[in-house]
T-cell receptor, first 112, second 111 residues
Framework: DADVTQTPRNRITKTGKRIMLECSQT?????MYWYRQDPGLGLRLIYY???????NKGEISDGYSVSRQAQAKFSLSLESAIPNQTALYFC???????????FGSGTRLTVV | QKEVEQNSGPLSVPEGAIASLNCTYS??????FFWYRQYSGKSPELIMS????GDKEDGRFTAQLNKASQYVSLLIRDSQPSDSATYLC???????????FGTGTRLKVLA
């Protein structure tokens, strides 16, 4: 099994729909992150969490919300999806700022 | 705004050659630097980390850091077609627990 698992792998949804992307990890890391990747823009941080009670906004949090259900689970929600949220979404975990990230396999989201 | 700059490429090198990938950053007090490899449609994979000035070698990969000039490089020796990917540079943001990623350099190794 992968260390960081994201579901679904691919999703097509309609404008205005609510959608949840899920992430679970077996690394035992406290730190979890959600990024989106767009061509030419690189990886941009949406939200991050250092434990179940610690949630922080990243640089592009508008239109998104998160839930840290347990140390191992961190979900990203799009409350009302819009087409410019079409992107590749990655969950990542880290043991600390000096250790780098372990990424999940990604969710390709298309909003039509 | 802290920034990390990479040439988008593509950088084309023949098989067996040395590929040199460069990254500059704006935050003078960044402490940790990382290189990730990302194959098309896949997730980034950590391949090198470096924290001190100088070179760090791991197999065919060498990371080079020069904090005075604010750049970090990745050298890939004996390049193989399987090294063809996008290479992302990431730098910690001082005073935070976050990283900034460059937009990546696409490397093509020609057989």
């Amino acid at each position: 099994d992968a260390d960081v698992t994201q579901t679904p792998r691919n999703r097509i949804t309609k404008t205005g729909k609510r959608i949840m992307l899920e992430c679970s990890q077996t690394k035992g890391h406290d730190r979890m992150y959600w990024y989106r990747q767009d061509p030419g823009l690189g990886l941009r941080l949406i939200y991050y969490s250092f434990d179940v009670k610690d949630i922080n906004k990243g640089e592009i949090s508008d239109g998104y919300s998160v839930s840290r259900q347990a140390q191992a689970k961190f979900s990203l929600s799009l409350e009302s999806a819009i087409p410019n949220q079409t992107a590749l979404y990655f969950c990542a975990t880290s043991a600390g700022v000096s250790y780098g990230y372990t990424f999940g396999s990604g969710t390709r989201l298309t909003v039509v | 705004q802290k920034e990390v700059e990479q040439n988008s490429g593509p950088l084309s090198v023949p098989e067996g050659a040395i590929a040199s990938l460069n990254c500059t950053y704006s935050d003078r007090v960044s402490q940790s630097f990382f290189w990730y490899r990302q194959y098309s449609g896949k997730s980034p994979e950590l391949i090198m980390s470096i924290y001190s000035n100088g070179d760090k070698e791991d197999g065919r990969f060498t990371a080079q850091l020069n904090k005075a000039s604010q750049y970090v490089s990745l050298l890939i020796r004996d390049s193989q077609p399987s090294d063809s990917a996008t290479y992302l540079c990431a730098v910690t943001v001082s005073g935070t627990y976050k990283y900034i990623f460059g937009t990546g350099t696409r490397l093509k190794v020609l057989a």
